[in-house]
């Protein structure tokens, strides 16, 4: 059975930071672009960042560019995303996604269940 398992929520303050993590069962990722997707409260779910197959190409949404980073490490099939800076508006469930190919194009294959991000004082 495929799965995919977000760890790494949590409730922290502004500016500060947190590591999502994505895990998979059931197939190799190292086959798959991987994206970070997110959905506020009473909003869309919307791209937060993607990395293809290798690596070697990496995307983000414009309200997360220098403060967020993804990686991968296909050895132990897990992708992250490196949250810095975090801000209130940046609350959100985030989901792991897999593309059906190995290139980004923002369209998920398979999804994780979510993990809670909550940016607050």
């Known amino acids: 059975q495929l799965q995919l398992v977000e760890s790494g929520g949590g409730l922290v303050q502004p500016g500060g930071s947190l590591r999502l993590s994505c895990a998979a069962s059931?197939?190799?990722?190292?086959?798959?672009?991987i994206g970070w997707f997110r959905q506020a409260p009473g909003k869309g779910r919307e791209g937060v960042s993607c990395i293809s197959r290798v690596g070697g190409n990496t995307d983000y949404a414009d309200s997360v560019k220098g403060r967020f980073t993804i990686s991968r490490d296909n050895a132990k099939n897990m992708v992250y995303l490196q949250m810095n800076s975090l801000k209130p508006e940046d609350t959100a469930i985030y989901y792991c996604a897999a593309e059906g190919s190995p290139v980004c194009k923002w369209s998920p294959r398979y999804w994780g269940q979510g993990t809670q991000v909550t940016v607050s004082s």
């Open positions: 059931g197939f190799t990722l190292d086959f798959y672009a």
